[in-house]
Nanobody, 124 residues
Framework: QVQLVESGGGSVQAGDSLTLSCAFNGGAFSAYTMGWFRQAPGKERDFVAAISRGGNSNTSYADSVKGRFTISRDNAKNTVYLQMNSLKPEDAAVYFC????????????????WGQGTQVTVSS
């Protein structure tokens, strides 16, 4: 049913900014909690940020990205975004978009649908 497609990844230098996008298809976007996760090669996939259904007032962030990353959504465009500022080499990873019907949660196992990921590389 639901299909997620990430875009916007690329190679940047430390301190730069980058915005990721995730297009949602196949369901009622406004009814889904949306999340971003990331995974570096050989490492675990970690939570990055989440935003509640139907708006942008309820968000959650990993401690490692608080103050630097901002998650937002545009329900008219069925798209969720991740604005990443002051990027660090440790932010380099494949970033995944995920969707979970209705309930606001930030644990990986609670999410129903996943995108294929988009690569972010950060050099010094």
């Amino acid at each position: 049913q639901v299909q997620l497609v990430e875009s916007g990844g690329g190679s940047v230098q430390a301190g730069d900014s980058l915005t990721l996008s995730c297009a949602f298809n196949g369901g009622a976007f406004s009814a889904y909690t949306m999340g971003w996760f990331r995974q570096a090669p050989g490492k675990e996939r970690d939570f990055v940020a989440a935003i509640s259904r139907g708006g942008n007032s309820n968000t959650s962030y990993a401690d490692s990205v608080k103050g630097r990353f901002t998650i937002s959504r545009d329900n008219a465009k069925n798209t969720v975004y991740l604005q990443m500022n002051s990027l660090k080499p440790e932010d380099a990873a494949v970033y995944f978009c995920a969707a979970r019907y209705w309930v606001f949660v930030d644990t990986q196992r609670a999410y129903h649908y996943w995108g294929q990921g988009t690569q972010v590389t950060v050099s010094s």
